[in-house]
């Protein structure tokens, strides 16, 4: 289940990288590079009091989850990637 402030970056039909909202039907934003999406839906996720965010690759699976603050991480011992 989505948490209230949870974000995904993925590749798009279109070929390029969508910024959104899980849980919206249409994407927030759209980026030339994963990066520029990725810092987009960290900043956006930043401004609205934190949240979860999940970048995903070229293939769609989950490439990386990070807690963006002030958000509460779930599971602080285990999260070795940040």
Request: net charge positive; no cysteine.
């Amino acid at each position: 289940m989505a948490t209230k402030n949870s974000r995904s970056v993925f590749k798009s039909q279109d070929g390029s990288w969508a910024n959104k909202r899980d849980g919206a039907t249409k994407a927030a934003s759209k980026h030339a590079t994963q990066s520029e999406a990725e810092r987009a839906a960290k900043e956006m996720l930043f401004r609205s009091g934190g949240g979860e965010l999940k970048v995903m690759g070229r293939d769609g699976k989950i490439r990386s989850k990070d807690t963006i603050a002030p958000g509460n991480d779930p599971n602080p011992p285990k999260d070795k990637e940040h």
